[in-house]
């Protein structure tokens, strides 16, 4: 394993322990999801996107993301404090009254790193992709990074959205699927069955690729091969293959972590699979 690698999944632990931390903490929030999604997360904010310190809300000559399946903020936010963007101690306030970190992600109290309110399924595409126009009427080639959740594709808008990108040549967009196969009620399959998504979004006129979202190695490379292919007259899709809670054993292989909070007993036994390396909040 390289030095950089290992790097990265030492930050990805850290912030595997923000996530069960803060849900514990509330007694509410969506961990499941957010371990899933760690690796991506910490690959993107610490290694691929071309980032300006500090935080403007334009993002105009540096690379941006918008987090569509707003449920998993806790590993937006810890990723962010992580990152840099706003000190780790505040992920104390998670679901709190008057927190900046809000269940949801919001705009209104002017949190670093967050551009737009979401968790409202189905709309983070559609703003990516008029950031994207935004972009290149600005001559700006930096790129826009966005994430969906798979339960998500059940919504019309996500289509509508596909279907406008590909004819307008929308080339400077990557757009991610967490592709776990579940969603609050269940497996996608028996909710509502996602069908072939690659010969989906294929038939859109998508540039599509895969990778294992849980291996940092291959989320590297298959974000190099995405940025790669940008800038050709297709907007670029990855299908990421996760495990919902991966990182903790008893969250992993069910829905059932979607959207609840562990106790103490669990809070523990999370933790001691799970190495603190940057120190907790």
């Known amino acids: 394993m390289s030095e950089d690698i290992k790097k990265l999944e030492d930050i990805a632990s850290q912030v595997r322990r923000d996530i069960v931390r803060m849900v514990h903490a509330c007694q ?17 904010y610490f290694s691929v996107m071309e980032r300006k310190p500090g935080f403007d809300m334009d993002g105009i000559g540096e690379d941006i993301f918008f987090l569509s399946n707003g449920h998993i903020s806790p590993v937006f936010y810890s990723t962010l404090a992580r990152a840099g963007y706003f000190d780790a101690s505040e992920l104390n306030t998670f679901r709190k009254i ?18 737009i309110a979401s968790g409202s399924l189905g709309q983070g595409l559609s703003v990516s992709i008029g950031a994207a126009r935004a972009k290149k009427l600005n001559n700006d080639p930096h790129l826009v990074y966005t994430l969906m959740g798979d339960g998500e594709q059940q919504e019309g808008q996500i289509w509508e959205a596909a279907m406008y990108a590909p004819h307008n040549k929308i080339d400077n967009l990557i757009a991610t699927i967490d592709y776990n196969g579940q969603q609050i009620d269940g497996a996608t399959e028996d909710v509502l069955s996602l069908g072939n998504l690659r010969a989906k979004w294929e038939a859109f006129g998508w540039d599509v690729l895969e990778m294992n979202g849980n291996d940092m190695a291959e989320v590297l490379d298959v974000l190099a091969a995405a940025k790669s292919r940008t800038g050709k007259g297709k907007p670029v899709l990855i299908l990421m293959k996760t495990e919902m809670g991966n990182g ?11 959207g609840v909070a562990p106790n103490d007993e669990q809070l523990a036994v999370a933790l001691s699979q799970l190495e603190e390396t940057l120190g907790d909040y």
Do not use: I, Y
């Open 28 to 44: 509410s929030g969506h961990p499941g999801g957010s371990l899933g999604c760690t690796e991506f997360f910490v690959a993107l």
């Open 98 to 115: 008057n927190s900046r970190l809000q269940g949801h992600p919001t705009t209104h109290e002017g949190l670093p790193g967050v551009r």
């Open 248 to 258: 903790v054993d008893f969250m992993m292989g069910s829905h059932k972590w979607h």
